[in-house]
């Protein structure tokens, strides 16, 4: 019986995480980044940092984190973002994350990216996130794309609900 009571202590002590994807209100996430590679070619990706993306600690020092064999089979390298999100708590509009200069060299590799429809992907409790690094400015009669200039997304905005939030489920046609 003493057992029992133990092991059901340590059962309700357990913390949820985001390998059991269960949060309590206010508990911290984990945003992990992951690749980036042209549009046009998903199978040619670089690690998220190789590009001159700002960050919020020195790159050296974020987490990698390696699950599983799959996630290296299909060239998964997660590396903790370092921002602090928390578990359904929202994050003001215009929070500054970070901030850098870029230097001619930094400029010209995120003009590349831009220029070769560049995409990220980023992972939140094991959802892919995918974005584009950037736009051009052409319009629909302009053909050369070399011409054209690059935009930089610098700002990121998202929205995680939960399923117990929002507008109620819709009525099933078929009850009575």
């Keep these: 019986m003493t057992t029992r009571l133990v092991t059901l202590a340590f059962v309700c002590?357990?913390?949820?995480?985001?390998?059991?994807?269960l949060y309590q209100t206010s508990e911290a996430?984990?945003?992990w980044v992951n690749k980036v590679g042209p549009y046009h070619n998903p199978q040619e990706t670089y690690t998220f940092y190789s590009l001159p993306f700002c960050s919020s600690f020195p790159v050296e020092k974020l987490e990698h984190r390696y699950d599983w064999l799959g996630e290296v089979l299909e060239g998964n390298d997660l590396i903790a973002s370092g921002f602090e999100l928390r578990?359904?708590?929202p994050v003001p509009d215009h929070t500054k994350v970070c901030s850098m200069e870029l230097d001619e060299e930094s400029a010209a590799q995120l003009s590349f990216a831009i220029h070769n429809h560049y995409w990220?992907?980023?992972y939140l409790d094991d959802l892919p996130i995918w974005g584009m690094v950037g736009e051009l400015t052409t319009s629909d009669s302009d053909?050369?794309?070399s011409q054209a200039e690059a935009l930089l997304f610098t700002h990121k905005r998202s929205r995680c609900r939960p399923p117990d939030c929002g507008s109620p489920p819709a009525a099933d046609p078929r009850a009575h």
């Design 87 to 89: 578990f359904r708590e």
């Design 120 to 122: 990220y992907q980023w």
């Design 13 to 21: 002590l357990a913390r949820a995480d985001e390998y059991t994807h």
């Design 29 to 31: 996430t984990h945003l």
């Design 143 to 145: 053909e050369d794309e």
